[in-house]
């Protein structure tokens, strides 16, 4: 029997416990800035080392946070299901956790990217990213993150990922950000769907869609027993 495809698609809700803020249970504020002045593409021309400092920062709190038992449990996910996350966070705690494979739709805390070409990666080491840090096209490195009103690159890779799925697993996003909420109509009509929000309303869900009202660390446990069963 060839095992069944499982995606899991997850935000911020699974790093919470991990002691990583949503961006909703703070008021669209995160560490009292303002999403325009520091989470666009605008923000960036027209204060860098502003948002240099904001992604400093945050780097600074991703590091010092450990991956929870929710994480941990979708690596367990694993051994049973052919497995794909597709994440809207910038931390790095599924594969901290352990689990291999990992799409980031919004991009990675842990990276820099040249400022003229976002395909030039490249690893950071430690919380700063200093103004100065140059790439090798002479661009001031920054963050590796999708800001808003950037594209979406992992977008078309994330659908197809999505349509192919026999399980679909939604945890810790309010799906309230576009393109990557558009996933939930990409599913195949035979897909089991699964969501573990403490918070989330039944009706923002396909029909038919099971929704485990309870935090990350506690779904999961419910999630896995209704998977194996
Ligand atoms: N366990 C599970 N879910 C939780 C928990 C928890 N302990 N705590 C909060 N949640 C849920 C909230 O109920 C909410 O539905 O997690 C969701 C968090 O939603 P958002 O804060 O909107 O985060 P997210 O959906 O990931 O945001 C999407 O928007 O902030 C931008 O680009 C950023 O990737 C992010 C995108």
């Not at 002479?138 to 963050?143: D, F, T, Y």
Request: charged fraction near 25%.
């Amino acid at each position: 029997m060839p095992m069944k495809k499982l995606v899991i698609f997850t935000g911020a809700g699974i790093s919470a416990e991990s002691g990583i803020k949503t961006f909703r249970d703070s008021d669209g504020l995160w560490e009292n800035y303002k999403i325009e002045d520091v989470a666009t593409i605008d923000a960036w021309h027209k204060n860098m080392s502003l948002v240099q400092e904001f992604y400093n920062q945050r780097r600074k709190t991703v590091l010092a946070a450990k991956p929870n038992k929710a994480h941990y449990a979708l690596v367990e996910l694993e051994s049973k299901f052919k497995t794909t996350i597709i994440t809207q966070n910038i931390d790095d705690l599924h594969e901290r956790a352990g689990s291999k494979n990992v799409i980031h739709l919004h991009g990675q805390i842990t990276k820099s990217c040249s400022s003229i070409n976002k395909n030039e990666i490249f690893p950071i080491k430690g919380w700063e990213l200093k103004m100065g840090e140059l790439a090798p096209d002479g661009s001031q490195l920054r963050p590796f993150i999708v800001w808003f009103g950037e594209d979406v690159p992992l977008m078309d890779k994330a659908i197809i990922e999505t349509y192919l799925a026999d399980i679909f697993v939604v945890i810790g996003t309010s799906l309230q950000v576009y393109p990557a909420a558009n996933l939930l109509y990409k599913l195949n009509k035979n897909c089991k769907i699964y969501a573990i929000d403490p918070h989330l309303e039944e009706g923002i869900l396909p029909e038919g869609s099971t929704l485990i009202k309870k935090k990350a660390t506690v779904g999961v446990d419910v999630l896995i027993e209704k998977l194996l069963k």
